[in-house]
């Protein structure tokens, strides 16, 4: 009796649409709507589903976060990202670390002009200088070091800023980064 009920079960699950994929409903529903000659509803869900896709692009940049040491919090936004359209575009992912050292905020950016431009900066290290700044070296990325602040620029395209407490603090959780698997990102 339980093997038909399971049986049943399986073919009743079997049947059940797979759940659908919004990004590929999107287009699909473009597609439609250019077929019937609608072109505004088309650009909107081309445009819903470039949302979504830069939605899973900065999951996927924020997957580069490291955990909250312990004894501290961290609160991830993969939000934030949605103003870079007003910069050029990109991608952005940020965490919001907290402690009884402090709070500072872990940020990545990526694929944007502004990060290409800081990248010219960043990767010369008699520039560093002339600023004024330190360069502190974390798994073989060069960071500038200022007060309160590390950043970096990962594959000429990510930056990497560590903000709001003392270097020394936000280095280990720095060094928990993956900055090779990050330039495949």
Do not use: H
Request: charged share 20%; net charge negative; with cysteine.
């Amino acid at each position: 009796m339980t093997r038909i009920f399971s049986a049943a079960l399986c073919a009743v699950v079997l049947a059940l649409p797979a759940k659908a994929d919004p990004f590929i409903e999107a287009l699909e529903t473009a597609i439609e709507a250019y077929q019937d000659g609608d072109f505004q509803f088309a650009e909107d869900e081309l445009a819903q589903a470039q949302r979504l896709l830069g939605e899973m692009k900065a999951q996927g940049l924020a997957n580069f976060l490291p955990p909250a040491p312990d004894g501290w919090t961290r609160e991830i936004d993969t939000e934030g990202g949605q103003m870079l359209g007003f910069m050029g575009g990109g991608t952005m992912a940020k965490a919001v670390y907290s402690g009884d050292a402090g709070r500072f905020e872990l940020s990545l950016m990526a694929d944007n002009p502004m990060v290409a431009q800081l990248g010219m900066m960043l990767g010369n290290s008699a520039m560093i200088a002339q600023m004024g700044g330190q360069v502190e070296r974390i798994n073989r990325v060069r960071f500038l070091r200022e007060d309160q602040s590390l950043k970096a620029i990962v594959a000429n395209r990510i930056l990497v800023q560590a903000e709001g407490v003392d270097a020394e603090i936000m280095i280990p959780l720095l060094e928990q980064i993956d900055f090779r698997a990050m330039e495949n990102f």
